[in-house]
């Protein structure tokens, strides 16, 4: 059953291009998305939230858009940098369920030189 | 910057043994959480910690695990008889309040043999 949908394993990216990364959700009870970031031996970090209120929001070059129809939200990382190479996840959760998260599978970046 | 650190980084246990993994969570923090990753696999929610009770488990959080916050800065994750497919990061959270992110410790990599 799998909730929160990242369909791309993987993508690279020339560095100073745009990288978007989609996540797909099922549960419409979801109601605050996350976007992690993780690199090999390290806990996922933050780095960027989305309410549902909200469709949009934007913290430097990340910007999470959320479309609640089509269940569907996106980060854009504009430029990308060699250093943003990593495993991104996506995350949901419901204020009704407790506000655990689920993730989605991640997808690894890879931003070439 | 304060971190949730865990203890330790790597630890390899035969199975049917006990094995306790720890964590130190932001300190004015006080929702908890344990989370894992099998290798090549998404994270997944395992537990979570608030007014020192169990919030809400997940399916894999049975009988053989708990959870304790034995001393107030401490949280702590047993496994009371290990089984191969416990093998896995262990990854802690904690957050703020119930607005706020989650903050994700680097992980303890467990093996089970």
């Known amino acids: 059953d799998q909730q929160v949908k990242q369909n791309s394993p993987s993508l690279s990216v020339q560095e100073g291009r745009i990288s978007i990364l989609n996540c797909d959700y099922t549960?419409?009870?979801?109601?605050?998305f996350l976007w992690y970031k993780k690199y090999p031996a390290e806990g996922p970090t933050f780095l960027i939230s989305?309410?549902?209120?909200?469709d949009k929001n934007e913290d430097g070059r990340f910007t999470v858009f959320l479309n609640k129809s089509a269940k569907h939200l996106s980060l854009h990382i504009v430029p990308s940098q060699p250093g943003d190479s990593a495993v991104y996840f996506c995350a949901a959760s419901a204020k009704n369920y407790g506000q655990n998260f689920v993730f989605g599978p991640g997808t690894r970046l890879s931003v070439l030189p | 910057e304060p971190e949730v650190t865990q203890t330790p980084s790597h630890q390899v246990t035969q199975m049917g043994q006990e094995v306790i993994l720890r964590c130190v969570p932001i300190s004015n923090h006080l929702y908890f959480y344990w989370y894992r990753q099998i290798l090549g696999q998404k994270v997944e929610f395992l537990v979570s910690f608030y007014n020192n009770e169990i919030s809400e488990k997940s399916e894999i959080f049975d009988d053989q695990f708990s959870v304790e916050r034995p001393d107030g800065s401490n949280f702590t994750l047993k496994i009371r008889s290990t089984k191969l497919e416990d093998s896995a990061m262990y990854f802690c959270?904690?957050?703020?309040?119930?607005?706020?992110?989650?903050?994700f410790g680097p992980g303890t990599r467990l093996t089970v043999l």
């Open positions: 989305i309410s549902s209120i909200k």
């Open positions: 549960n419409s009870m979801f109601d605050y």
């Open positions: 959270a904690s957050k703020l309040d119930q607005y706020n992110e989650q903050f």
